[in-house]
């Protein structure tokens, strides 16, 4: 039986949230007053299960708890705690988690939480009743049944073996709901704000702000420390640096561009801060191999090989949210390439001249003639396609290709890509969890990933994400990632890497208690914030 | 003079054209200075690799967002490009557009509404109704429509702009089709067997003249400003070809205090363009008629 | 009136569904490919999208003469809850800006005619062809760029309504309404400049010493009248444009108006909300051309345009 250090991680993060690590270790964290943050997106429905916008989980994540979360003092953003849970066990075959629950949580209306009210959560996420979305159902295939054998158990049952459960459980999607409600109707939490969250539901008013005001029975003791919040919605980008010039809102969660962040340096000098990390987002090349001169590998190969990384990473790091160069995942995340390790892929090498008279002579070989034309089919979002779409281009002219960019539409985008109607375009991947079996599932075989929009087949790449799967220690892991790397970026260049988005969000000095993780989803119940001067 | 006559002068007697001209200029300065603008943007736009200093996609990431210098003169943009260069390349697609688009929606609008006036009956009705709820339409979709189905590029975005000038255009030309189509002469015309393209042509086009050159400057200033916005919405050329309201969006937003030159050049070419062809079209429209005060 | 609007329905309903772009995939399969088929087809049924186009069409147009609007796809709210709210914001905002137009184009198209081919007319005219050459984004953005340097203004963060607060509400709106009425003055200037000369024109071929004119002027007022009404009409044709396009304007000045809903509800692939939109916008266009035909066969009978 492998005893997970439930207790003592539980115990220890209540501690580390009583002192309150947010900034200085030595201050003392102070009760009181509101935080108002912008957030750019509003949300279409409060229903978490439903909605995959970080418009929801920004302004609504501070009402709900989660069974697990991600430990929001983790500047990695991959530490796994408790939130409802208190501690947990698998099973040695792995095919069985059980969670205790913890006691004396009430709901915002007063009726207590227990596990039945986690089990029918749960229920609703993964076996939805008629009628009800569950938007990432199909993400756990591997739970056979939920069981909730008393108050406060709850027991999970897996088909197979997943690495990855662990993780789901901590998607900060899962509000937990009350079973009651779910019961009388599967959609009330589409309209209506119920949970066990640090907060309290106030008010939404459309187009203008959700308010909240801290919840007086939260579980864990002394917190919040703030009154309450505002997440105020301001759509356009200017406004909201305007309005955090004028000190109108402290803070933005999601990122703002180098730009961005140098006016409001100057404007602000020391009254603001700015937290940056690597963000759990990139755009990958995809290329359509169901269309001719793409089939072959030393076409796609020579596509990546014109790339200069190096330059790109130091040009666009300064006008838009790109910045390091990455394999398969965030970087100085557990399972990431090392520098070295990136320098030995093709279109990763510093002597860019070299790989590029390697990408003609590629190209020659593949019969491509010089001044070949194609098109390439971006997305019409600013930051960062268009920077990167206008790189591309221009690389890709050293080596002697005519490259036209068609910008698509935000909302016909998927359709162009899912349809394959195109021959490069660029793809991207965001995740909330830095977790190789999440991360890599997009590039598995066309049969397999249905996100796979370059439409290729690779059994061996199939068989590497198997084996990282299933892999029982961690070098072994590492050395069958690293392999799987490889065989996408180098022998087969099937998708090519551009850049690591890079997050640098804004807050006012006073704004204590927060730090950035990689993903703009999580580190959003806000109980470990407070106000300092 | 009375300045109707001085119309049919014009148009009647081709040989006082040069004569014409230049009593234009000398009597209204703006209009002539707007005309000279245009031609001097015309001819740079036509010449623009003899007269750009650097390649317009030519990046250059050792000097990004560089400040106007002797090496460039109006700065550089977020990729290290020649603003200068870049707005001289966006001369073409901005006077393309502006150019082409005027003329196809007013000859367009031309032919609609003399048909329509012409014809009468069931053919004038339709007309009618399809102009009105092309006038209801907002652009934004008509474009948006036009580039989902069709794509980025020049000529998609001139069939973009024609679709709102079109109608405008036929429902102006009607009014001034309607005025001779009434007269006794069309039917007197008629009734001595002359054919209708005869009829058409000889008699009704030269009414509608010079509205339809008021209309079609109007349209030049209004749809360079369109294409430009439509660039700057997403909905017109893309990247990496240089287009001056493309270069107003972005890195010139995100670094409007720092690297101002960015925000201001495309601007300024943007209104100096509609700027002189509505001064142009003024004049024009002072020297043809003044009565035409509904455009 | 009816088949315009009738056609601006057909065509607004064809156009939306020409666009490539679903809403049910926005909305639950954007970010990740996990939704399955069957949930979207579910999403699909529930809003109506698996009905055959003449049936949707039919039970839409059929809501229409209920005045019943329908919900939006994508919050699911009622339409009329969603136009309502920044209804209020357009409608103060497009009055706001007409009457500096007036205020502004009056007075300057008077004065342009009345020294014609001076300096004064000149720069009236430089002035207000400017204003119309300037693109509504560039001016946005130095605007902002201006205000925030040298008057440190902000945009507001939230709209306060006219009955709350009048002041704070004016002061909200004042700027956005400039920078829009110098557009639209730009227009009527002209045109009442021109009508101007027209009327002068009548009554005197040279122009006369200033007193007298003016006491022509004065004599005239029924002429000055006639010559006001084209104005009118310009005013109030582009009156309802303004409810429904002034999309950067509001971006820039980070209002929560008609404008911006457009623009969302169509990257959004809202079907129920644009149509009703764009219906909107059409029923104020032909509703204001519907009132100045009347008003100009009632005025000037003389006039031989019908």
């Known amino acids: 039986m492998r005893r997970v250090l439930a207790g003592l991680l539980g115990v220890s993060a209540l501690v580390v949230f009583l002192l309150g690590t947010g900034g200085a270790a030595t201050e003392t964290p102070r009760r009181g007053g509101e935080l108002v943050f912008i957030v750019q997106s509003e949300p279409p429905s409060y229903d978490g299960h439903r909605e995959e916008t970080f418009g929801v989980t920004q302004p609504i994540g501070p009402f709900y708890s989660l069974l697990l979360r991600i430990d929001p003092t983790d500047p990695k953003g991959a530490r796994i705690v408790g939130d409802l849970a208190e501690s947990w066990i698998r099973s040695k075959d792995q095919l069985t988690y059980t969670f205790k629950i913890r006691k004396g949580v009430v709901f915002h209306d007063g009726q207590p939480l227990t596990a039945p009210d986690v089990k029918a959560s749960y229920d609703h996420i993964i076996f939805p009743p008629e009628g009800v979305v569950s938007n990432r159902r199909g993400a756990y295939s591997a739970v056979k049944a939920i069981e909730a054998p008393d108050d406060h158990t709850v027991v999970f049952r897996l088909k197979w073996p997943a690495a990855a459960a662990l993780p789901l459980f901590a998607s900060p999607w899962n509000f937990i709901y009350s079973a009651e409600k779910l019961r009388q109707d599967p959609r009330w939490y589409e309209t209506h704000i119920n949970g066990t969250g640090p907060y309290r539901f106030v008010e939404h008013i459309k187009g203008s702000r959700v308010v909240g005001t801290r919840n007086p029975r939260y579980f864990r003791a002394g917190l919040p420390y703030l009154d309450g919040f505002r997440a105020t919605f301001v759509k356009s980008e200017s406004a909201q640096i305007a309005t955090l010039r004028g000190a109108r809102a402290m803070a933005q969660f999601r990122g703002i561009t180098p730009g961005e962040k140098a006016q409001l340096e100057t404007a602000l000098g020391d009254t603001i801060r700015f937290q940056e990390s690597a963000w759990d987002c990139t755009n990958w090349i995809a290329l359509n191999h169901e269309r001719k001169p793409y089939a072959d590998r030393r076409v796609r190969q020579a596509l990546t090989l014109a790339i200069d990384r190096h330059e790109m990473s130091r040009a666009l790091s300064r006008i838009t949210i790109v910045r390091d160069l990455a394999g398969v995942q965030v970087p100085e995340t557990e399972y990431a390439a090392s520098l070295a390790d990136l320098l030995t892929l093709k279109g990763f090498g510093r002597d860019i001249d070299r790989s590029r008279a390697e990408a003609r002579r590629l190209l020659a070989e593949a019969g491509v003639p010089a001044g070949f034309a194609f098109t390439l089919k971006n997305r019409g979002i600013t930051h960062p396609y268009e920077a990167v779409g206008i790189y591309l281009i221009d690389q890709w002219r050293r080596i002697g290709l005519t490259v036209t960019q068609e910008v698509i539409e935000p909302a016909a985008y998927f359709a162009m890509i899912r349809g394959g109607d195109f021959d490069v375009a660029v793809d991207f991947q965001c995740g909330y969890l830095v977790e190789p079996d999440l991360d890599l599932y997009k590039f598995q075989s066309v049969g397999i990933s249905d996100a796979n929009y370059g439409r290729y087949r690779d059994d061996v790449l199939d068989e590497l994400y198997r084996a990282q799967s299933r892999a029982t220690d961690r070098a072994s892991r590492l050395a069958l990632i690293r392999r799987f790397e490889r065989r996408l970026i180098d022998e087969e260049a099937h998708y090519l890497p551009t850049l690591q988005w890079h997050r640098i969000v804004p807050h006012l000095r006073r704004v204590r208690g927060w730090h950035v993780t990689p993903s703009h989803y999580v580190n959003h119940q806000l109980e470990t914030v407070w106000l300092g001067d | ?295 | 009136m009816i088949p315009t609007l009738l056609g601006v329905a057909a065509l607004v309903f064809l156009l939306m569904r020409v666009l490539p772009g679903d809403i049910v995939e926005l909305r639950f399969a954007g970010e990740s490919a996990y939704a399955s088929r069957a949930t979207l087809e579910l999403e699909r049924q529930r809003l109506g999208l698996d009905r055959p186009l003449w049936l949707q069409f039919a039970d839409w147009t059929w809501g229409l003469v209920r005045l019943d609007l329908g919900r939006s796809m994508w919050t699911g709210a009622p339409i009329a809850h969603e136009i309502g709210l920044r209804f209020q914001l357009s409608l103060e905002l497009a009055l706001l800006a007409t009457l500096i137009a007036v205020v502004l184009a009056i007075p300057l198209g008077i004065v342009a005619a009345v020294w014609r081919e001076t300096w004064v007319d000149y720069v009236v005219r430089v002035v207000s062809i400017a204003g119309l050459a300037v693109p509504s984004f560039w001016l946005g953005i130095v605007l902002i760029l201006v205000l925030l340097r040298v008057f440190h203004w902000l945009p507001p963060i939230e709209f306060t309504p006219l009955a709350v607060n009048p002041w704070h509400n004016l002061g909200q709106l004042v700027w956005p309404a400039l920078a829009v009425g110098y557009r639209y003055s730009a227009v009527s200037t002209r045109m009442m400049r021109a009508t101007m000369l027209e009327v002068l024109r009548e009554d005197y071929i040279r122009t006369a010493r200033a007193k007298g004119l003016w006491r022509r002027l004065v004599l005239s007022r029924h002429a000055v009248k006639n010559a006001m009404l084209p104005v009118f009409t310009v005013i109030a044709l582009e009156f309802a444009f303004l409810l429904g396009g002034l999309v950067v304007t509001e971006q820039v000045f980070n209002l929560n108006g008609l404008g911006s809903l457009f623009v969302e509800a169509i990257a959004h692939r809202d079907y129920t909300l644009t149509q009703a939109l764009v219906l909107l916008v059409a029923v104020a266009t032909v509703v204001a051309n519907f009132l100045v035909d009347l008003t100009y066969a009632w005025l000037d009978p003389r006039i031989r345009y019908r």
């Open chain 2, 1 to 295: 003079m009375e300045p109707a006559l001085e119309t049919s002068l014009v148009l009647e007697h081709g040989r006082s054209w040069c004569a014409s001209v230049w009593e234009f200029a000398r009597r209204r300065p703006l209009g002539a200075a707007g005309a000279a603008i245009v031609i001097i943007m015309a001819v740079a736009a036509a010449l623009a690799p003899v007269v750009a200093p650097y390649d317009p996609l030519a990046t250059d990431y050792s000097a990004m967002l560089a400040a106007p210098s002797s090496a460039h003169w109006l700065g550089t943009d977020a990729f290290g490009r020649d603003v200068l260069s870049r707005i001289i390349y966006g001369a073409r697609t901005a006077l393309t557009v502006g150019i082409v688009s005027a003329l196809l929606g007013a000859t367009l609008g031309a032919i609609v509404g003399v048909g329509s006036a012409y014809f009468g009956g069931w053919v004038d009705l339709l007309g009618e109704r399809v102009v009105d709820v092309l006038l209801s339409f907002p652009l934004v979709i008509m474009a948006l429509a036009v580039v989902a189905t069709l794509g980025n590029g020049v000529w998609n975005v001139v069939l973009a702009i024609t679709i709102p000038m079109a109608p405008r255009c036929a429902r102006v030309i009607r009014s001034s089709a309607l005025a001779i189509r009434r007269t006794a002469y069309v039917d007197a015309a008629r009734a001595a067997g002359f054919s209708r393209a005869r009829i058409i042509l000889r008699h009704m086009l030269p009414n509608v003249m010079a509205p339809y050159l008021v209309m079609l400057t109007a349209f030049m200033g209004q749809a360079v400003l369109l294409e430009a916005s439509l660039s700057f919405l997403g909905l017109g050329v893309a990247e990496p070809t240089p287009a001056w309201g493309l270069m107003l969006k972005g890195a010139a937003v995100d670094f409007a205090e720092t690297a101002p030159w960015l925000a201001l050049w495309p601007g300024i070419a943007i209104s100096a363009a509609v700027f002189a062809f509505n001064l142009f079209g003024d004049a024009l429209r002072d020297a043809l008629d003044p009565r035409l005060r509904a455009l």
